[in-house]
T-cell receptor
Framework: AQSVAQPEDQVNVAEGNPLTVKCTYSVSGNPYLFWYVQYPNRGLQFLLK??????LVKGSYGFEAEFNKSQTSFHLKKPSALVSDSALYFC????????????FGSGTRLQVQP | EADIYQTPRYLVIGTGKKITLECSQT?????MYWYQQDPGMELHLIHYSYGVNSTEKGDLSSESTVSRIRTEHFPLTLESARPSHTSQYLCASSGSLDREIYGYTFGSGTRLTVV
């Protein structure tokens, strides 16, 4: 089985401040982890992924995420938030072996205030 | 620039009608997926396909059906629409085993309203 938890429905941050969107996962084996962003009335856009190697991965639009195996977490971070970062963010996981589709978290709405 | 196309973007239809949501991709991906998403909520996998003539039901039970006769095309059909089917439907695709680690490419979605 595989699952993802995003414990915060919404994160509020002031423009220019650092942001963190939390994600924890559960898989039976090694994980492939992803972050996607969704703007209103749109599909999901890929931000970044962790497959193997360096625990800190960098992605689009200045976002990065840190894989922590002991805490089974993959938190999304950005050093300085922009108003345009306001959107819905989804964490997703799948086990690295076998034929499994991605399992998505419930999403976290990021609101960046000017 | 979308490489996966969903039509229509918006659909309002009466109860009992048959509808087909279209999804096509131009990337040659062998795997395709349908997710159902209520506005601003989590995504639930309802169908997936790992190749032509291969379809499986996802984690969320759905009254819809799918077909995969061509690699690029993965339509979803509701034989008799009901108000409980009102939702957003997202189509996605991914590449072959050694490339699927790059994750999915999503279409823009179809927002379905059944009245």
């Amino acid at each position: 089985a595989q699952s993802v938890a995003q414990p915060e429905d919404q994160v509020n941050v002031a423009e220019g401040n650092p942001l963190t969107v939390k994600c924890t996962y559960s898989v039976s084996g090694n994980p492939y982890l992803f972050w996607y962003v969704q703007y209103p009335n749109r599909g999901l856009q890929f931000l970044l992924k962790y497959i193997t190697g360096d625990n800190l991965v960098k992605g689009s639009y200045g976002f990065e995420a840190e894989f922590n195996k002991s805490q089974t977490s993959f938190h999304l971070k950005k050093p300085s938030a922009l108003v345009s970062d306001s959107a819905l963010y989804f964490c997703a996981v799948r086990v690295s072996t076998g034929r499994r589709a991605l399992t998505f978290g419930s999403g976290t709405r990021l609101q960046v205030q000017p | 620039e979308a490489d996966i196309y969903q039509t229509p973007r918006y659909l309002v239809i009466g109860t009992g009608k048959k509808i087909t949501l279209e999804c096509s991709q131009t990337m040659g991906h062998d795997k395709m997926y349908w997710y159902q998403q209520d506005p601003g909520m989590e995504l639930h996998l309802i169908h997936y396909s790992y190749g032509v003539n291969s379809t499986e039901k996802g984690d969320l039970s759905s009254e819809s059906t799918v077909s995969r006769i061509r690699t690029e095309h993965f339509p979803l059909t509701l034989e008799s629409a009901r108000p409980s089917h009102t939702s957003q439907y997202l189509c996605a695709s991914s590449g072959s085993l050694d490339r699927e680690i790059y994750g999915y490419t999503f279409g823009s979605g179809t927002r379905l309203t059944v009245v």
